[in-house]
């Protein structure tokens, strides 16, 4: 499984970005996909995931619950990740992972196998 992801850039406080996940060539019905973030200096963090296509329950950290958004789009294979009222502390590297969740940690980086390659966002005035 190759996970490609983009949508990141440079936006202001208050600002919204749209991040995508897509995977080239395999499905991703069967995997509950995550999003991490990493801001320099400190461990990653992950934000969001939403589970396999049969259920679609989506998970969210207290840091970005009610602004961000994931949903998926099994048909296109890609996952996105709708981030509005972006502010200063958001900026980091996202990633995008895949797994198959067996723990109740839906945020455990040990469940994710495939990861993506890491898009920037940057929110600054």
């Known amino acids: 499984v190759q996970l490609q992801a983009s949508g990141g850039g440079s936006v202001q406080p208050g600002g919204s970005l749209q991040l995508s996940c897509a995977s080239s060539?395999?499905?991703?019905?069967?995997?509950?996909i995550a999003w991490f973030r990493q801001a320099p200096g400190k461990e990653h963090e992950g934000i969001a995931c939403i589970d396999t296509s049969d259920t679609k329950r989506a998970y969210y950290s207290d840091s970005v619950k009610g602004r961000f958004a994931i949903s998926r789009d099994d048909a296109k294979n890609t996952v996105y990740l709708q981030m509005n009222s972006l502010k200063p502390e958001d900026t980091a590297v996202y990633y995008c992972a895949a797994g198959h969740i067996v723990g109740t940690d839906y945020f455990d980086e040990e469940e994710y196998h495939y990861w993506g390659q890491g898009t920037q966002v940057t929110v600054s005035s």
């Open positions: 060539g395999f499905p991703l019905d069967y995997f509950s």
